[in-house]
């Protein structure tokens, strides 16, 4: 059983930046594939990243790439998204999950959830 709980989310400026954090408890974290996912409004929820249980792995949507970056410190059972240049096209609520599996992006495949954290980005 895992536990996942993210904050960081808030209300930017265009170009601005954001880091959302996702505190994990739980004894298998640093086994885990972890993966941030993001739900606008009348949307259907979308694959952000995701990173390795190492940390050596990542992989982006397109649309993000070269504009946020995903890391894991296992020691403090937490995982990252730095968020920068912003566009309003970002704003969404943002979803820290987590999978035993590796190499995924489907939703369905990923077995804990956070609560999900706002973020808006202001033209």
């Known amino acids: 059983q895992v536990q996942l709980v993210e904050s960081g989310g808030g209300l930017v400026q265009a170009g601005g930046s954001l880091r959302l954090s996702c505190v994990a408890s739980?004894?298998?974290?640093?086994?885990?594939?972890m993966a941030w996912f993001r739900q606008a409004p009348g949307k259907e929820r979308e694959f952000v990243g995701r990173v390795s249980w190492s940390g050596g792995t990542t992989y982006y949507r397109d649309s993000v790439k070269g504009r946020f970056t995903i890391s894991r410190d296992n020691a403090k059972n937490t995982v990252y998204l730095q968020m920068n240049s912003l566009k309003p096209e970002d704003t969404a609520v943002y979803y820290c999950?987590?999978?035993?599996?590796?190499?995924?992006?489907?939703?369905?495949?990923?077995?804990?959830w956070g609560q999900g954290t706002q973020v808006t980005v202001s033209s």
């Open positions: 999950a987590a999978s035993e599996r590796t190499f995924i992006t489907d939703s369905r495949l990923y077995d804990y």
């Open positions: 739980g004894h298998t974290f640093s086994r885990y594939t």
